[in-house]
């Protein structure tokens, strides 16, 4: 990419972030988060779309966190639309850690429903994080239409994600315990009971609904 006025610093912290090695990738990002500068916002959100090392996307997303939120923001709300799966999970990662709620608007159904797992992880995420306290609700009626989506680590995200938003979320688990899909019943039944006891852990609460669910029961207590 080309940007006007580059000094030779930049360029060469641009070019670190597209070396072949990953480590020359973390420092890199390392060292544009340790010395912000807006001229390194466009350059560390392109990576994050496509660097395929867990651990220097993490340092990319720090390095965003780092910059004015002024600038970073609207571009990660850009990169939303994107077609690329990843440059949608890692702009919804960094917008939960920079946690500024003038994005929420961004954070659609759509993105809360994608059919991409990661990606539905992140937007679940980064909602609970800038919902505002007037849309906890809704909010929680949109994350309950995915109950008994995936596999366990995607109902697991799901899950912490409806308790992260407390009370408001019990007339959305009460209609998903006696939905007709075992599966959307038996995960509404183990993220209740993980909400009145977070440390059964969610491995102990899913087989207990399954249990549940096997005899004929919704989980509800009468």
Known sequence: MTMPDQDTETIRAVQGLENGDPSVRLRAALAVGTSPDPRFVDALVERCAVEPEFY?????????????????????????????????????????KIGDRRAWPAITRALLTDADDEVARSAWRAAVVL???????????????????????????????????????????????THPDPRVRQHAI?????????????????????????????????
């Open 56 to 96: 220097v996307r993490d340092m990319l997303t720090w390095a965003l966190t780092r910059h004015a939120a002024s600038m970073t923001v609207p571009r990660l709300i850009d990169e939303l639309r994107s077609e690329r799966a990843q440059a949608r999970s890692q702009a919804l990662h960094t917008l939960s």
């Open 131 to 177: 919902v505002p306290e007037g849309e906890r609700s809704e909010l929680a009626g949109v994350l309950a239409t995915q109950l008994g989506r995936g596999e366990r680590a995607t109902q697991l995200s799901l899950s912490r994600a409806l308790v992260a938003l407390d009370s408001v979320i019990t007339p959305a688990l009460r209609a998903a315990m």
């Open 190 to 222: 183990a993220t209740e009971r993980l909400s009145r006891d977070p440390d059964a852990g969610f491995e102990f609460a899913i087989e207990e609904a399954k249990r549940v669910v096997a005899l004929g029961g919704s989980g509800k207590e009468e």
